[in-house]
């Protein structure tokens, strides 16, 4: 571990010794930042839109099981305690799985208004 982080700053320092006329050194930051970041930001933005509808999706899918589970419970009363075990668990992952995709909905609407001038 420490080799490793030894190597790191050397490789640091060596990056930041480099002048602009050698021919590692990268270029301007001003000319190509500005395109670059606004491509990356929407593609952020449509990969937490995708992980968001995941996420609901999941939600949804936890919540049909715990119904089936609940249906089953009340149907058989040999295994009513283990439906009911796994319909609570299923609830409790239906609410994990909304509750992250909704603080992604939010942070998409926050980002979403600041992109707009």
């Known amino acids: 571990m420490y080799t490793r982080q030894k ?3 050397e490789r640091t320092r060596t990056m ?11 270029p301007s930051t001003e ?5 670059e970041s606004a491509q990356r930001l929407a ?9 968001q509808a995941y996420l609901e999706e999941r939600g ?7 119904q089936r589970f609940m ?5 058989d009363a040999s295994s009513r305690a283990y439906d009911e075990r796994q319909a609570t668990m299923l609830e409790y992952q239906h609410y994990i ?6 603080r992604i909905g939010q942070l998409l609407a926050r980002y979403e208004d600041s992109e707009q001038p």
């Open 97 to 102: 799985w909304r509750e992250i995709a909704g």
């Open 60 to 66: 949804n899918h936890t919540y049909e099981l715990a």
């Open 16 to 26: 930041t010794q480099q002048g602009p006329d050698e021919p590692n050194a990268t």
């Open 43 to 51: 593609a952020l933005m449509s990969d937490l839109t995708e992980l």
């Open 7 to 9: 190597n790191r700053r």
């Open 31 to 35: 000319a190509t930042s500005a395109p």
């Open 71 to 75: 249906v089953n419970a009340r149907r």
